[in-house]
């Protein structure tokens, strides 16, 4: 009941028994009560102030006829107040819901965000090795690319986990720069991946998982997954990148303001 009337009459969450009762018997009062008082008074006026006060006598026709275009009018009125009513609450709120719609897109084509892909160069500013195995025999490196795309910079990036297979592994750092502090916009960072993999005899695709963190220029906090699969060649006696698979991410997650 209380769900009820708190979605009937608009009643704010968290208030006690008593407060809940007196703003239901004054909602009520307001909705019901006094336009009934004041429906009747409006109808019994013309008949109170015409036949009581001014003693003009009207024949039945007569009150019909007044009434058919009294009440007629009233009703005209209160269908037009009630229309421009409604006209106005629905463009209020097609204004402020576009208001929220443009500032969140604003908000999202600013903040910036990373494309993992395959890099073509052959110098790279290594700055993360990633051990699957340090014992294998086989050993090889895959340069990756992030991307900072849109408006502002990309801060605070650090990468908080690496699985492979499934399997959560530890991030060794090649030269002691456990972030990179800035990614400016529209430009590319070389990220070295060094892999100590198993060898295999056959080829075999390898599942690679890594989450990472950066804040923009506004220092909200966002966290972005990238999945991708590697391949070993056993001929080549390499590994790659499966193309398919390299913009395999999920879109970036709002942490905090």
């Known amino acids: 009941m209380k769900k009820l009337f708190s979605k009937i009459f608009g009643i704010p969450k968290g208030i006690n028994k008593k407060e809940l ?3 239901i018997t004054k909602k009520i009062f307001l909705v019901f009560i006094l336009p009934t008082i004041l429906l009747i008074f409006t109808v019994l006026f013309p008949y109170i102030y015409i ?3 001014i003693n003009y006598d009207l024949s039945s026709s007569d009150w019909l006829s007044f009434y058919g275009g009294y009440l ?6 209160i269908g037009v107040f009630f229309t421009l009513y409604i006209t106005n609450k629905l463009a209020t709120y097609d204004r402020i819901n576009n208001i929220k719609t443009h500032n969140e897109n604003l908000r999202y084509s600013r903040i910036p965000y990373f494309l993992l892909e ?3 160069k052959e110098h790279h500013d290594p700055h993360f090795v990633v051990s699957m195995n340090k014992y294998s025999e086989f050993r090889n490196e895959i ?3 992030l991307k900072n795309i849109g408006e502002g910079f990309a ?5 908080s986990t690496i699985k492979y297979n499934d399997n959560e592994i530890n991030l060794i750092l090649s030269n002691g720069k456990p972030e990179i502090n800035l990614i400016n916009t529209q430009s590319d960072y ?8 198993e060898k295999n005899e056959q080829s075999k695709i390898e599942d690679i998982f890594i989450e990472i963190y950066f804040s923009d220029i506004f220092h909200n906090t966002y966290t972005q997954n990238f999945n991708f699969k590697i391949i070993y060649d056993s001929e080549m006696n ?10 395999n991410s999920t879109p970036i997650f709002y942490i905090n303001k």
Request: proline share 2%; hydrophobic share 45%; glycine share 4%.
């Open 51 to 53: 036949e009581k006060l």
């Open 143 to 145: 340069s990756l690319v």
């Open 72 to 77: 007629g009018a009233i009703i005209g009125a």
């Open 155 to 159: 801060t605070n990036f650090y990468i």
């Open 190 to 197: 070389d990220v070295k991946f060094k892999f100590y993999l």
């Open 21 to 23: 009762s007196l703003l």
């Open 118 to 120: 395959e890099s073509p």
């Open 238 to 247: 390499n590994f790659s990148i499966l193309k398919s698979s390299i913009y």
